[in-house]
């Protein structure tokens, strides 16, 4: 398992970095708007699994405290990458915020790529233009996201300026990577340190204490884990300035690094749409995931609530209405196991490592190539997918192409017209044959009958073949 280094687009407000980091994605992940400042917080995602690319907020006029915020968002996003780039509008003449942000950047030693993007537009400004702001001309690059100029030059030059990962020892050892997520002052650190049966990160009632990513490594059963701690992440919003803008970047490359994510949840506060969200990611990384309720020596204690207006509460417990809230709200993930927690107590903290083998089993499963067409033949026989007037898609075989995810290739006729329920269908028709506790599970949908493969879901790599 290797870390993903990180680039981050800088530079001032509307110079095209949300588009750019769109483009470079294959996929919309940052809002596009022609409003000045539309990303107001750091967007990040990982591209083709080499990078970690990162749009920050563009540097505006620090009118007020929210502004200046910005610029030290900026700086530590130039802080925290290994490459940095320098987006500007092509179009305009470059002024002293984009200087100054050309210092700062070139002060950090690192290499700095300038883009000059909207070249695709006929009032681009010649490339002499921009050549004051210091930039060596070899990493001076002409971008559209409108056309995609440029972008796999970039692609190039930032790998070529990425060393190749090394196997390590810890990959030797087959290291297994459990990173703790959640809101802050949700009982992390207080679990992290649990779990390493010594203090390792700094436990505080106030939010917010841990900045960046604690790891501690322990033997379980003969293996090595490492186990993440990292900072909580609030609502955008409600992000002070800073480094805790900058901590939710490291808690997503966290996600994107471990193995097995650790979702919070805290007993005592109802969770928030932000846990949703958290759970997307760690879904759409790929990543196992286990719900931790904790602080749960709280609910022994408290009275039942009924939340959903049942009429009969008798012989519940506050832990089971807990137990029903978190199935409605997280019902996109019925194969996540929850377990209930205690850091005070030690209830159930050494099950985490238990649960995290078994989903690390879970994530590895491979499933013979005549049980899954079996699968899908059962599948057709029960359920004919729909179609148009005329035309209905044919799923004819199925094969598994990946693990970790586990993922699941179909082939037939018309794929591009399966409906996404159908998708769900086939998942669940998977889970019953094997369970992929905590694991996500991809599909990939091509047609024979086209000249390019119909992936449903976005951005889909090609996978390699499992040896």
């Known amino acids: 398992m290797k870390t993903l280094p990180i680039v981050a687009l800088i530079g001032q407000t509307n110079a095209g970095k949300s588009s750019l980091l769109n483009r470079f994605a294959h996929k919309n992940i940052a809002i596009v708007a022609r409003e000045e400042g539309t990303t107001r917080d750091n967007v990040v995602t990982s591209i083709d699994d080499k990078f970690l690319l990162v749009d920050t907020a563009g540097l505006k006029n620090p009118e007020d405290s929210f502004e200046a915020s910005i610029q030290e968002q900026i700086n530590d996003a130039i802080d925290s990458a290994e490459i940095i780039l320098l987006t500007v509008d092509s179009t305009k003449y470059f002024n002293h ?21 909207k070249s695709d537009r006929g009032e681009a400004l010649d490339i002499n233009e921009f050549r ?82 604690n790891r501690v490594e322990i033997k379980y059963h003969g293996r090595t884990l490492e186990i993440l701690d990292t900072a909580g992440l609030r ?5 002070e300035v800073g480094i805790e803008k900058f901590s939710a970047i490291r808690t997503l490359a966290a996600i994107e690094e471990a193995d097995i994510c650790a979702l919070l949840v805290d007993s005592t506060e109802p969770h928030s749409k932000l846990d949703q969200s958290l759970a997307g ?71 985490l490592f238990e649960l995290a083998e078994q989903i690390d089993e879970a994530r590895h499963h491979q499933i013979a190539t005549k049980d899954l067409n079996h699968i899908l033949q059962e599948a057709k026989s029960e359920h004919l997918p729909a179609g148009l007037k005329n035309t209905h898609p044919k799923p004819k075989y199925i094969v598994q192409t990946d693990v970790c995810p586990p993922w699941f290739v179909i082939h037939g006729h018309d794929l591009d017209l399966l409906h996404w329920s159908y ?17 996500p599970i991809m599909f990939s949908f091509r047609s024979d009958n086209s000249k390019k493969a119909q992936d449903l879901e976005d951005g889909a790599p090609a996978k390699r073949k499992v040896s």
């Open 132 to 213: 004051a702001l210091g930039i060596d001309e070899s990493y001076i690059f002409r971008t559209s996201a409108t056309t995609g100029q440029g972008i796999a030059e970039v692609k190039k030059a930032i790998l070529a300026k990425i060393p190749e990962p090394k196997a390590s020892i810890k990959d030797d050892e087959n290291t297994l990577k459990i990173a703790l997520i959640g809101r802050p002052n949700v009982g992390k650190s207080s679990l992290f340190n649990s779990l390493a049966k010594k203090q390792q990160a700094i436990v505080s009632s106030r939010q917010g204490t841990t900045r960046d990513i």
């Open 97 to 117: 915020y984009d200087k100054n942000i050309a210092k700062s950047a070139l002060r950090s030693k690192k290499p700095v790529f300038l883009l000059l993007n």
């Open 235 to 239: 609502k955008p919003g409600r992000r």
């Open 281 to 351: 990611q760690i879904v759409e990384a790929g990543k196992g995931i286990i719900m931790v309720v904790t602080k749960s020596d709280l609910l022994e204690n408290a009275e039942p609530t009924n939340y959903f207006g049942e009429e009969n509460i008798k012989n519940r417990t506050a832990a089971d209405f807990l137990l029903d809230q978190l199935e409605r709200d997280f019902n996109f993930l019925p194969y996540a196991p929850v377990l209930f927690t205690s850091s005070e107590t030690g209830k159930n903290v050494t099950k």
């Open 423 to 439: 998708k769900r269908f086939l998942e669940r028709k998977i889970r019953e044959f094997y369970p992929y506790v905590g694991t």
